[in-house]
Structures are given as C-alpha cells and as structure tokens.
C-alpha cells in the first residue's frame, strides 16, 4: 500500500484502530499505578504521564473579568506618600484634639448623671485614659522644644565659628525636668 492509502485508510478507521490492526502496535493500558511509571534502571529519565492539566483560561478573553488587579497599598508605609512630618500634621490634623476634649468634657457630665455603678467605672477609666493621652502628648511637646533649643543653639555656635556642644540624652532630660518644673511654677502646683 501507498503511503497516501494508509492515510486515507487511517483517516476512516481512527488512529487507535489503525495502529492496533494495520500497524500491529500495543496500545498502552492507561494506568494509575505507580509502578507503572517507575524506571527500569535509576539512571534512567523517569517517564511521566502525557495526561497533563488543562492550561488555566486567559482572562483577556472573557470581557466582564478586569485584566489589571487593584493594587492596593497603605499610605503609612509607601515611600510615594511623602516622609511624614508629625508638626505638619498635627497642625493640619488640630481640630481632632478639639473634638476629643469636647468628648471628654461631655463624658465627664456623664458621670455625674451616671447611677449604674459598671457604666461609672468604664466612663471612669475612658476619661483617665485621655487624660493620661493629653499628659503624654504635653510632655513629648516639651521634649520637642527642648530638642529644638538644643539645636538653635548648636546653629547659633556654628555661625559664630564657635564649636558647638552636643548635648547628652542625660542633660536633655534634665532640660526637660527642668521646663516641666516652671510650668508647674506657673501654675502654683510645685507643692504637690
């Protein structure tokens, strides 16, 4: 037979019949075994199985699924945000101490009217609880100014040509107990 017979012949028949009958080929048994894929002898290449998993479906092909993903990103730790400058937003930012005052003022009329002796309690430990944030942030102020006359002075050296002093963590703090201690003279609270 012809080459061009045997296909046409091959074409009527199917490839799996022709090759079993004409062809006279073994078709291999599909099998899960795993036996059936080990290898003869270990320097072999193993075979593996032609069956393989269906390519996963581009999704430019289905029109109502989005090509690009959101890229989502937080602010806080994205260098294209910007360096955060805390005076700048706390400047901006004023009016949210404003409201957090308004709030505590109005819990603490609360807990006058207040007869359930759990809800006092928590009413109780909340305005302590912003008074303490309030006590913290004064305080961080004042090491902010401190830090800042520190280095007003050290420019003030500089342009004199004088060398300037750096100034221990040790004799910062005395400078902040210090500025604490007046404003308490300001306030007639020292001998508390």
């Known amino acids: 037979m012809s080459m061009e017979e045997l296909l046409k012949l091959q074409e009527k028949m199917g490839t799996k019949a022709f090759n079993s009958k004409v062809l006279k080929e073994e078709s291999r048994p599909i099998s899960r075994d795993p ?14 199985p ?3 998993k269906r390519a996963p479906r581009m999704k430019f092909l289905d029109p109502h699924q989005k090509t690009k993903r959101a890229i989502k990103r937080d602010p806080r730790f ?12 706390q400047h901006k ?17 609360e807990l006058k009217k207040e007869d359930n002796e ?7 430990s909340i305005v302590q609880r912003m008074e303490n944030q309030e006590r ?14 520190i280095r007003r002075e050290q420019m003030e050296a500089l342009k004199q040509g004088i060398k300037p002093k750096f100034v221990t963590n040790k004799e910062k ?9 007046e404003t308490l003279k300001q306030e007639n609270r020292v001998d508390k």
């Open 50 to 52: 032609l069956m393989r």
């Open 78 to 89: 994205d260098d294209l945000s910007g360096r955060l400058n805390m005076e700048e937003w």
């Open 136 to 149: 913290q942030k004064k305080f961080e102020q004042k090491q902010k100014d401190v830090e800042k006359e």
């Open 173 to 181: 703090n005395l400078r902040v107990r210090a500025k604490h201690f």
């Open 35 to 48: 036996d059936y894929y080990r290898r003869s002898n270990k320097n072999r290449p193993s075979e593996m």
């Open 93 to 109: 930012y004023q009016f949210i101490s404003n409201i957090r005052q308004k709030e505590k003022e109005v819990l603490k009329k």
């Open 118 to 124: 759990d809800m006092r309690k928590r009413i109780k």
